[in-house]
């Protein structure tokens, strides 16, 4: 995996200084002779599955007769469908798709916990999704076909999109630079960039790395309610109070106290704030469940026998922070304290794929009860053999 490659010469030092969040960069021939490894099939046959994210994105820019339909789809969808100007997007591959996670490893320059998915979108002739502004980072990788993207920059200060539409797509997009993408190469482009992809070619397909940061009211919203846990019932007291002069005043003493008071129970030390940190960005996405099968899950009870191996589900989120007493692990919102764990053995504990908790036992029995509770929600489940080198 050469990286230096991967950013058109540039080392990742570089890249990081001079675009990332910053500025758009086209890179021929990121992946030199890159032949695509799944094909239209491929991606059809997960876009019918019930627990993979996808969408039909059917219409022409000029025309604005934008339709979209979810998944899952049946496959005689796929059949009927025009002979121009649609695209299927399928999120999430790297879950299933069993060399996904490797080959995202190329792009490890960036922290996982800033990684969002690997999508996958296959288009036939002037398939698009519209103009649009995107909110995060983004690496879009010509695997199949050519496709022709268009930016808008300066962006607007004030997009509007398009009224009674699924989609956000720009009312207005005014194109000042444009470039072909062929097989093997890649254009990143950082969040609040106008931009328009269409398909020049049938069997077009673009990989898209995307990397998603969290909105900071939601931080500050997650934070607030972890604080509240640790407030307790008490209420507010004024044993020293003095005699008021004015009975509707907010006098200067008494706001003091509040506010004295308020800022001491938000107040945190830096290692809680941090394993604040590692349990919001570990946390499960939630997902809607359908209450038939969550009881039939539920009539089986789950195996568990710490002699043999669980696989994670590709989903789960695992990071460590290093702390003066060592690593703490971070697992599906849990934190588990690791000081007997090099750092070597924490990178290497989230990275792998499978897990013996015996092995755990002694040296992290901490860690124990929360796989127990991560095969109770279904995040690990016992290994089994798995099919190579094909999505399923």
């Known amino acids: 995996m050469d990286t230096e490659t991967l950013l058109g010469g540039l080392t990742p030092e570089a890249f990081l200084r001079d675009y990332w969040q910053q500025c758009p960069l086209l890179i021929r021939q990121a992946i030199p002779g890159f032949v695509n490894p799944i094909d239209a099939e491929d991606l059809a046959g997960l876009a019918c599955e019930e627990d993979v994210r996808s969408r039909l994105v059917i219409g022409y820019p000029d025309r604005r007769d934008w339709q979209v339909e979810y998944g899952p789809f049946r496959p005689e969808r796929f059949a009927n ?3 121009t100007a649609w695209t299927l997007l399928v999120s999430e591959v790297e879950q299933y798709w069993p060399p996904g996670p490797e080959w995202l490893q190329r792009f490890d320059f960036i922290p996982r916990w800033r990684r969002d998915d690997l999508m996958i979108s296959y ?6 999704v ?3 502004i995107d909110a995060y980072d983004v690496f879009l990788f010509q695997a199949q076909g050519r496709r022709r993207w268009q930016i808008q920059e300066p962006p607007p200060k004030s997009p509007i999109c398009l009224p009674d539409l699924p989609l956000a ?5 005014t194109p000042t630079t444009e470039w072909v993408l062929e097989p093997g190469d890649m254009l990143y482009l950082p969040p609040g960039i106008p931009h328009l992809g269409m398909a020049l070619d049938d069997d077009c397909m673009t990989w898209s790395i995307g990397f998603r940061a969290p909105a900071w009211r939601d931080l500050v919203g997650a934070f607030l309610e972890d604080r509240l846990d640790s407030v307790g019932p008490e209420l507010v007291t004024d044993s020293a109070r003095k005699p008021s002069r ?3 005043e907010l006098g200067a003493d008494d706001l003091a106290a509040l506010r004295d008071g308020l800022l001491a129970r938000l107040r945190t030390e830096p290692d809680a704030l941090h394993r604040f940190f ?5 946390r499960p996405q939630t997902c809607d469940t359908d209450p038939e099968t969550a009881d039939d899950a539920a009539s089986e009870p789950p195996r568990w026998d710490p002699k043999i191996a669980y696989r994670f589900d590709p989903s789960l989120r695992r990071y460590w922070i290093d ?9 599906a919102g849990h934190a588990v304290p690791a000081p007997g764990l090099s750092l070597n053995e924490a990178e290497s504990l989230c990275q792998a794929d499978t897990v013996v ?6 040296r992290l029995p901490g860690l124990v009860p929360v796989f127990r509770d991560l095969l109770a929600a279904g995040q690990i489940e016992p290994d089994e053999p798995a099919d190579t080198g094909e999505a399923r």
Request: proline share 12%.
């Open 323 to 331: 702390g003066p007493d060592g690593p703490t692990l971070f697992l």
């Open 169 to 173: 797509i720009l009312r207005s997009f």
């Open 357 to 362: 908790p015996e092995q755990w036992a002694t």
């Open 130 to 132: 519209g103009p649009h």
């Open 246 to 248: 004015h009975a509707h």
């Open 278 to 282: 590692g349990e919001f960005l570990t």
């Open 81 to 83: 469908l025009p002979e």
């Open 123 to 128: 288009a036939v002739q002037d398939g698009s």
